[in-house]
Each structure stands twice: as C-alpha cells, then as structure tokens.
C-alpha cells in the first residue's frame, strides 16, 4: 500500500480552503488504493473531527510561541517550520509505515526551508529505497519550493512565470484552471 501525508490546517482566522482542497484530492486517491494520512494543527475552528470521519489525522500539539500566544499575530499561516517539520516526522515515526510515498502540502507557512528539512530528517526515520515526493498545492507563488510537482490553479496566465526562479528545474508544473480541486 502506498501512503500519502497531507500537511495542511484549518480555523478560523485561515479558513478551510486548503483541507477542503486536499479532502478533495485524499477521496480520489483513496479510490486509487492509497493509504492517506492528514497532518494538522488543532487551531480553533479546524476541520480535523470532519476529516476524521474518512481519513486517519495527526495532529500536531507542539507549541508555537508565536502563533499560539501573542495576540494579534499579523501573520495568520505563520509556523516554526523548523518545529513543525520535526514533530511532523515524529508523528509519522510513531505510526511505524515503512515508507513514504508522497507528502502534499497546502500551508502558506510552508517553503523550501520545511521541505529541505523534513527530506533530511526523513531518512533517520524511515529505510526506504526511494526518497518521498513532495506535491505542493500553492496559489501565491511567493516563496520557495523544493517540490517534484505545484499544482496552481490561479487563472492567471503569467501565473507560470513568477514560478520561474522559486522552484527547482525539476518540479513539474501544473498550472491553471484544468487542475482545481473540487
């Protein structure tokens, strides 16, 4: 069985948009026969008991000093991507898989530096053959990634370009309204 993990939050001050996109894609994959985890914070209003209801959810309970207690933080998708990628791994160490397929992430807290982490890191957890792949689901293109694959699908056309100098050369690009997860 091959696993996917969805790193992804939800509450009030960010919305659901980017569980529902990433629910959307976790039900036709499951079709597919893929073994699919969700990864989450528990911030008020999130979606986690909604998604619990068809998928098996991680949640992660570390504390972010900055985001889970100053007030008024002017950065809603603000993490401590050094933290978070860290207990992300320790999370999925504990469910003892032998291998990670691909990790979908959708969090605008999230860029390159998580990414450059977590496939460090990954290694000390898990002995598989094959390194995991990384889909970034992404519609601001303002920050790096170290993906094999972003889906945007702003219809912007120029959209593509601003992507130029923030990915690898690598990365497979999907971009525009033929991939909207609904």
């Not at 629910?23 to 999130?46: S, W």
């Not at 889906?151 to 497979?172: A, F, G, R, V």
């Amino acid at each position: 069985m091959k696993n996917i993990f969805f790193r992804c939050d939800s509450s009030l001050e960010i919305g659901s948009g980017h569980v529902i996109r990433c629910r959307n894609l976790a039900r036709e994959l499951t079709k597919l026969k893929f073994k699919i985890f969700f990864i989450c914070k528990p911030y008020e209003g999130n979606l986690i008991n909604e998604l619990k209801k068809e998928f098996e959810v991680l949640v992660l309970k570390y504390s972010d000093y900055k985001k889970d207690k100053i007030l008024n933080n002017p950065d809603p998708f603000y993490l401590d991507q050094n933290k978070d990628s860290l207990e992300t791994l320790k999370l999925i160490k504990k469910l003892k898989v032998k291998n990670i397929d691909w990790i979908v992430l959708d969090h605008y807290g999230i860029d390159i530096n998580w990414e450059i982490n977590l496939n460090r890191e990954i290694e000390k957890i898990i002995t598989q053959q094959n390194r995991a792949k990384i889909f970034v689901i992404d519609d601001l293109a303002n920050r790096k990634h170290l993906a094999d694959y972003l889906l945007d699908s702003s219809p912007l056309t120029e959209t593509k370009l601003k992507y130029k100098k923030l990915l690898n050369k690598q990365c497979k690009k999907l971009i525009g309204v033929n991939y909207v997860l609904m």
